[in-house]
């Protein structure tokens, strides 16, 4: 049987890297689908997968989800195109390091509101419309496992990431869901440059090193290392 993987922030980063080796092959997944903001980059990265994928399916959904209602319109899009979702990868994010003094509360709610809302209500929506949903895997970041001074809001989200995904765990397991939280350390993607812009890219881990893992998440030998959060760092 053919699998269908949705894949958040599917544009850049982790996301791309990851709709990328799926689309090279993992076992039986046939279907992929990037989801991301409108955008060239993410018409470049569509057409830059669609290219390497052969004869798999892939789609393109434009979503911003700082939009409540963004998720729902994912899932109509799926609905009507009879694509049904068995691995849900929640790699979207937001970032606008501040301090606490510095810190809008209308960038603290977009963080939360992308971070966290939209991974829930992804998950959520798939077992609300009866998709056969195998696997979750909710990006976190070990900056959600200790508090860092000027990232307030994102160490928040990504606590509540680590926190959401036990709770899905336990409660999905009965219905054999298979939940997993990846926590990324220092990554080469736009996001870190935000957080850390004097940082050099090179010498830290790469989003394709984080796609491989990942990859193998989602396969037989993934169901083997299921834990509470699982830290990846070079």
Known sequence: MTKTVLISGASKGIGLATARRFARGIDDVSCI???????DAFDSAFAEVRAISGNRQIFQVEADLSNPEAVKDVFDRLD????????IVNNAGYAKPASINETHMVDFEMTMRVNVYAPFRFVQEALLRNHPLEK?????????????????????????????????????APYGVDVVCLSPGRCATDLRKKLAPD????????????????????????????SENLVVRC
């Open 136 to 172: 979750v895997i909710n990006i976190a970041s070990t900056a959600g496992t200790k508090g860092r001074s000027g990232w307030m809001s994102y160490s928040t989200s990504k606590a509540a990431v680590i926190n959401m995904s036990e709770v899905m765990r336990d409660e999905l």
């Open 199 to 226: 940082e050099d890219p090179t010498t830290i881990m790469q989003p394709e090193q984080v796609a491989d893992v990942i990859a193998m998440m989602s396969s037989p030998t993934g169901k083997m290392l299921l």
């Open 80 to 87: 009507a195109e009879n694509v049904a979702v068995n691995y």
């Open 33 to 39: 689908v990037m989801v991301a903001r409108k955008s």
